[in-house]
């Protein structure tokens, strides 16, 4: 699987990005995908999962919870991260992870600045 992760940018404080991480080589709906952010200093930590199963269950880091949505177009075989209410503690680089049984696979970083 090839994971583009897109959809970073800068925003101010309060402000919304959609972050995407589009598949190709295998579809992703049967894949657990995840969202991670690493900030300069800081170890990369989960934000948000999404099962692979049917049922899309989802998991939220607390620090995002009420603020960030995640979620599967599998047409565009594409999981989408809704980022609302962006604080500057959110700036990171962003990654997409997918994973299935022993394969995991990571897409490259998009950049998220958050403005004061």
């Known amino acids: 699987v090839q994971l583009q992760a897109s959809g970073g940018g800068l925003v101010q404080a309060g402000g919304s990005l959609r972050l995407s991480c589009a598949g190709s080589?295998?579809?992703?709906?049967?894949?657990?995908v995840a969202w991670f952010r690493q900030a300069p200093g800081k170890e990369r930590e989960g934000v948000s999962c999404i099962s692979g199963s049917s049922d899309g269950i989802t998991n939220y880091a607390d620090s995002v919870k009420g603020r960030f949505t995640i979620s599967r177009d599998n047409a565009k075989n594409t999981v989408y991260l809704q980022m609302n209410s962006l604080k500057p503690e959110d700036a990171a680089v962003f990654l997409c992870?997918?994973?299935?049984?022993?394969?995991?696979?990571w897409g490259q970083g998009t950049q998220v600045t958050v403005s004061s």
């Open positions: 992870n997918a994973r299935r049984l022993v394969y995991a696979y």
């Open positions: 080589g295998r579809t992703l709906s049967s894949y657990q």
